[in-house]
């Protein structure tokens, strides 16, 4: 006896199946977003990242017109799967790009196997992402790709003993691991690691413990947006004035959040790979009609994850002709590489995850204004965590 419930999910995986189609001149992307909520920066900085790519490119890629069909899934796994579901069997959505937390990205997986379509991550950075699916690409980072090199950086400038301190959740967990395997294999010692809970951080009593045991820096990493609390936390504890260097990951020192941060950032070196102050002529051009079209909006990591997300899906468009096959289009953007507003940068075609420049950069004050300057670069990391 055929159950309703057997009936539904034999209709739902039928309904998932799709078919190339070379008679569509439309090729719909569907864009998944937290646009309200607690993560709405993530979301109005990555939809600007769109918005720019398609005004400085156009909107048309072999010969098919490009729409985007922007969906807020409000950061909860729930509603990011239910909406990817809705854009592939009612929109016929082609590509779905976004996903602005690991547990988001992480919550199509199934679907993408049983749709044969892409999905290119723009903002999550846990490790296993890409691994989950072999339709997953990546065009954000993997978190210990900006680790490793904060942590190389370390040992070369002196730094003996390190604390380490980070948000205790998946993408925490690999910078951590990323710097501390690093760290300690050039001859680093970590006096202390300490974990900080994601929600309603109180980093105060963490930060007492860190001035205790006085090492040389204490490395960070917290989610975009919390950095103006730690570092407010920081100064307040009196770390600067002991001693304690900061060192981090971009994060800490986001580029959407720097100016209100204040002068409490001057001189906290990161590692990451994108700086709103990057100079090139792609950045420049980036940056320029993100900043026309959203008020000002100064750019940040998301913002470009987003721009390279659009640069990816055509460049893969191209590839194939047009052809929207979902399995084409994957195995057309394993190995491209072109220069990002970022600096160069290609798709690793064994893991599907961006091999790319990590900087490490000091807050400087540029024009009145605080940026994150580069001051030296490691080229084509990728991330240690995946083979």
């Known amino acids: 006896m055929i159950t309703r419930r057997l009936f539904v999910a034999g209709t739902m995986t039928a309904a998932l199946i799709r078919s190339p189609a070379f008679a569509a001149e439309t090729v ?35 010969g098919k017109t490009i729409e985007v069909v922007l969906r807020d899934d409000a950061g909860t796994a729930d509603q990011t799967r239910r909406i990817a579901q809705e854009l592939i069997t009612g929109e016929g959505a082609n590509i779905l790009v976004g996903f602005g937390l690991t547990p988001l990205a992480l919550s199509v997986a199934p679907l993408l196997a049983q749709a044969k379509i892409p999905a290119i991550i723009t903002s999550a950075t846990t490790s296993i992402i890409t691994s989950k699916s072999e339709y997953y690409a990546r065009t954000s980072m993997a978190g210990p790709q900006s680790a490793v090199p904060v942590a190389t ?24 691991k990323g710097f501390t395997d690093e760290y300690k294999a050039k001859g680093g010692e970590i006096v202390e690691a300490i974990r900080v809970p994601l929600q309603n951080p109180d980093f105060a009593p963490f930060l007492q413990r860190v001035r205790d045991a006085k090492p040389d820096a204490l490395f960070v990493f917290v989610p975009s947006g919390v950095g103006a609390l730690f570092m407010k936390q920081f100064i307040d504890r009196g770390l600067a004035e002991a001693g304690i260097k900061l060192i981090a990951t971009g994060d800490v020192t986001d580029d959407d959040l720097l100016q209100n941060i204040g002068p409490a950032a001057k001189g906290v070196i990161t590692g990451h790979f994108y700086s709103a102050n990057h100079d090139s002529p792609e950045n420049k051009a980036f940056v320029a009609e993100v900043r026309k079209a959203n008020n000002n909006m100064r750019p940040n990591f998301m913002c470009v994850g987003g721009y390279d997300a659009m640069h990816l899906a055509y460049a893969a468009l191209e590839k194939t002709g047009g052809d929207t096959d979902g399995t084409k289009l994957i195995e057309a953007m394993k190995g491209q590489s072109w220069v990002s507003p970022r600096g160069p940068m290609s798709i690793d075609p064994a893991t599907r995850d961006p091999i790319q420049d990590i900087y490490i950069r000091e807050v400087k004050e540029v024009d009145g204004e605080l940026y994150n300057v580069e001051f030296a670069k490691y080229e084509k990391i990728k991330d240690p965590f995946v083979k």
């Open 153 to 176: 950086w370390a040992v070369e400038n002196g730094i003996k003993r390190v604390v380490t301190l980070v948000t205790d959740y998946g993408p925490g967990h690999d910078i951590e």
């Open 28 to 62: 719909k992307i569907g864009l998944i977003l937290p646009m309200t909520g607690p993560f709405a920066s993530t979301g109005r900085q990555v939809q600007a990242g769109v918005n720019a790519y398609m005004a400085l490119h156009g909107n048309t890629v072999a």
